[in-house]
């Protein structure tokens, strides 16, 4: 008797895992394009490359508010939160104290999936709203014009 192997193409390859590893490329590319996109929206949001070959999101007079930096399989996007924020996100597997400017309120999140993009779009605005200039706030609090 013969025995045959099934495999059905959602089972050989389940969702969230790259076999050939090409996709992953691609994959984070997007992530990074999602990130970059909601920070330029920002009012007087722009983008710089001071350190290297990684945007740095900027607001104002040359204040920092995040840069995503694609390495290890990960967008790693290091960004600012208030005490309460930063204490909640640190439950998360994917956040980590930020190096050289962790005590002065940063933190860096490895964004690998859905879940962790989301969290980190949303501090991305929390970010932008605590370096922003006064008059910006209203507008990202949906009050202004």
Same mark, same amino acid.
């Given at each position: 008797?013969?025995?045959?192997?099934?495999?059905?193409?959602?089972?050989?390859c389940?969702?969230?895992?790259? #076999?050939?590893?090409?996709?992953?490329?691609?994959?984070? !590319?997007?992530?990074e394009?999602?990130?970059?996109? +909601?920070?330029?929206?920002?009012?007087?949001?722009?983008?710089?490359?001071?350190?290297?070959?990684?945007?740095?999101?900027?607001?104002?007079?040359?204040?920092?508010?995040?840069?995503?930096?694609?390495?290890? *399989?990960?967008?790693?996007?290091? @960004?600012?939160?208030?005490?309460?924020?930063?204490? &909640?996100?640190?439950?998360?597997?994917?956040?980590?104290?930020?190096?050289?400017? *962790?005590?002065y309120?940063? &933190?860096?999140?490895?964004?690998?999936?859905? !879940? /962790?993009? !989301?969290?980190? @779009?949303?501090? @991305? #605005? !929390? /970010?932008?709203? +605590?370096?922003?200039?006064?008059?910006?706030?209203?507008?990202?609090?949906?009050?202004?014009?």
């Amino acid at each position: 008797m013969e025995a045959f192997l099934v495999f059905e193409s959602h089972l050989a390859c389940p969702t969230g895992r790259v #076999r050939n590893g090409k996709n992953a490329v691609v994959r984070l !590319e997007a992530i990074e394009q999602r990130i970059t996109e +909601l920070a330029l929206s920002f009012p007087e949001a722009y983008e710089d490359r001071p350190w290297g070959d990684f945007p740095v999101f900027k607001v104002g007079d040359n204040k920092v508010f995040g840069w995503a930096v694609v390495e290890g *399989g990960a967008v790693h996007v290091t @960004l600012k939160l208030t005490a309460d924020e930063r204490e &909640i996100a640190h439950l998360l597997p994917y956040v980590r104290t930020a190096s050289y400017v *962790g005590r002065y309120g940063w &933190i860096t999140a490895a964004v690998t999936d859905e !879940e /962790s993009l !989301e969290a980190v @779009l949303e501090w @991305l #605005r !929390e /970010s932008y709203w +605590l370096k922003c200039p006064d008059e910006l706030k209203a507008a990202v609090e949906g009050d202004g014009p």
